[in-house]
């Protein structure tokens, strides 16, 4: 449809909220608060925020285009690549990109919110890693089990007395995914950050800062919501038709707008782009978009 064209590069993410459709992939099949074959990386009971020891992938894994092998996490709901960071993650979370002082660089925030204010947390709340599938289509999952977590608005008491959910690493596709897996009934006032920061500057986020968690009630993996983050590279020049808005009803009687979304999937800003387009296979004069569409961004098109 559209041209692509330059050499240097960089990678980001597409992003995609499944709900209902259970796990990613299909292949952990398991219940909620399964840990058979898990490994314990936390202790349970602890009553500050902290880093874990350091965790290996297991396979190969691209952050952000860049092989990253070992991980640590904390108890709030962030995970990292930078296995020297010392500063532990803000309980205060906020949009993204966000400082270096609160997120260290490589991270991914699964949920990012307060360590419990109910703490000390207790002895089962614990973070467990455990790997599904056989090369090259391996998933390593990271699952916060039981978790006592977060604060209410005004920060005076856990947000919910316990938590089910995961950081998802897959191997070949290297994809991400936040899984929203089951949680306590009542005492449930999350809001949260997910994304991925690469640095200070560059980041992916779902939403706001205010995203809810958690969703599923049952402790079953079928109901399972989970964000899907998509690495793809960005050329310095390229677009794509992110959807075909309109016609709604393209069989009805008289004239129609065809409208579509055009998006930039490259690096710097674009002020030309021409659109190739066909009816009954016929076609039609190429639609030439003008204006400043900065990368990443989209705009509405009536060709």
Do not use: C
């Not at 894994?61 to 296995?83: E, L, W």
């Not at 978790?147 to 991400?176: C, D, P, Q, R, W």
């Amino acid at each position: 449809m559209i041209f692509v064209v330059g050499a240097s590069a960089q990678y980001t993410y597409t992003t995609n909220h499944v709900l209902g459709a259970g796990n990613p992939g299909g292949l952990n099949t398991q219940t909620d608060s399964y840990t058979t074959g898990y490994t314990q990386v936390t202790n349970g009971g602890e009553a500050t925020n902290f880093w874990s020891d350091t965790v290996g992938i297991g396979f190969p894994f691209d952050f952000y285009g860049a092989p990253v092998t070992h991980f640590k996490v904390t108890g709030n709901g962030v995970i990292t690549f930078d296995t020297s960071a010392t500063m532990i993650p803000s309980d205060i979370n906020t949009n993204l990109p966000a400082a270096n002082s609160n997120i260290p660089n490589n991270s991914i925030l699964g949920f990012w919110d307060s360590f419990s204010a109910g703490a000390p947390i207790g002895t089962t709340d614990r973070v467990w890693v455990g790997t599904y599938g056989t090369a090259p289509n391996r998933q390593r999952w990271i699952k916060y089990y039981s978790y006592e977590y977060g604060a209410n608005a005004a920060g005076t008491s856990h947000g919910t007395s316990y938590a089910y959910f995961a950081i998802v690493l897959e191997e070949t596709t290297n994809k991400v995914y936040v899984v929203d897996m089951h949680y306590a009934s009542t005492g449930q006032d999350l809001t949260t950050t997910v994304g991925l920061q690469q640095n200070a500057t560059t980041a992916v986020q779902i939403g706001d800062s205010t995203t809810i968690m958690p969703g599923p009630i049952a402790s079953g993996h079928a109901d399972n919501d989970y964000y899907e983050f998509t690495p793809f590279l960005l050329v310095n020049n390229n677009a794509a038709l992110e959807s075909i808005d309109e016609p709604f009803a393209p069989l009805s009687g008289g004239l129609q707008d065809v409208k579509a979304t055009l998006k930039n999937m490259g690096v710097n800003a674009l002020t030309s782009v021409a659109v190739q387009w066909t009816v009954n296979n016929v076609a039609q004069t190429p639609y030439v978009w003008t204006g400043n569409l900065a990368s990443l961004g989209s705009t509405s098109i009536t060709l």
